[in-house]
């Protein structure tokens, strides 16, 4: 059985799982953002099987819903995040503004995130970015690499060979880490975020190298969830 939910529905629920676990509203709110954004662009592992995933990592004192992240700046160009085995989404989105204005300063900047939640597709930081007119590329712990420009409706994958290009430092690398186990320490993820101005990359860089992907849906689709994955979350 399925059932049919609107992505204002899908941000909702997630929010209230997430505060029922015992996560902050304003931290409940940023990660049911990237969830509900990755349910918008087809991603369910993603989306609400990432939430279903991180709400049990709560639960077995793996993630630190309360921990308060911090920005250090190691070099011009660079921000470092450290999100204390806290959730991605609330680190990323409290570092972005910076992010922004080094970028269109300097033509580049970036930003390390550090000891984080798995951060997923980071969708919502690299809207922020391109939202303010730059191009932005996202390295997670295990791929595939994101791009985000302002003349695109939402960030895209890489194709393989553009992705071959970019230097070793932003190979995904797995941290071998599982999933959602009750063994192991706290979550200790890691990811890049790139910011550019248009000056500052080769407008022909990755023509022809992204992967197909469709416009996220409208906020008044309805997207089909199992019945079973809902009553998960919900117990979980």
């Known amino acids: 059985m399925t059932q049919l939910l609107s992505l204002p529905d899908v941000h909702a629920l997630a929010c209230d799982c997430l505060t029922r676990a015992g996560v902050p509203d304003p931290v409940a709110r940023h990660v049911a953002a990237e969830v509900a954004a990755a349910e918008a662009a087809g991603e369910r592992h993603n989306g609400m099987e990432a939430l279903l995933r991180d709400i049990r990592l709560l639960?077995?004192?793996?993630?630190?819903?309360?921990?308060?992240?911090?920005?250090?700046?190691?070099?011009?160009?660079?921000?470092?995040?450290?999100?204390?085995?806290?959730?991605?989404?609330?680190?990323?989105?409290?570092?972005?503004?910076?992010?922004?204005?080094?970028?269109?300063?300097?033509?580049?900047?970036?930003?390390?995130?550090?000891?984080?939640?798995?951060?997923?597709?980071?969708?919502?930081?690299?809207?922020r970015l391109s939202g303010r007119g730059l191009i932005a590329l996202g390295f997670g712990p295990a791929g595939p690499v994101r791009l985000a420009h302002p003349d695109l409706v939402a960030p895209v994958r890489l194709g393989r060979m553009a992705a071959?290009?970019?230097?070793?430092?932003?190979?995904?690398?797995?941290?071998?880490?599982?999933?959602?186990?009750?063994?192991?320490?706290?979550?200790?993820h890691a990811a890049w975020l790139v910011a550019l101005t248009e000056d500052g990359l080769g407008a022909s860089l990755f023509d022809a190298d992204l992967t197909d992907a469709p416009d996220p849906l409208p906020p008044t689709h309805e997207i089909a969830f199992s019945v079973e994955l809902l009553e998960q979350i919900v117990t979980a």
């Not at 033509?107 to 969708?123: C, Q």
């Not at 970019?166 to 320490?185: M, T």
């Open 59 to 127: 639960r077995y004192g793996r993630i630190h819903a309360d921990a308060p992240p911090t920005e250090t700046r190691p070099r011009a160009g660079l921000i470092r995040i450290d999100a204390a085995h806290g959730f991605a989404a609330p680190a990323l989105a409290g570092a972005m503004a910076e992010l922004a204005q080094m970028a269109l300063a300097q033509g580049i900047a970036m930003a390390r995130l550090e000891r984080a939640s798995a951060p997923g597709a980071m969708i919502r930081a690299l809207d």
């Open 164 to 188: 071959e290009r970019l230097p070793p430092l932003f190979a995904p690398v797995a941290n071998g880490q599982p999933a959602d186990s009750p063994l192991g320490g706290p979550v200790n």
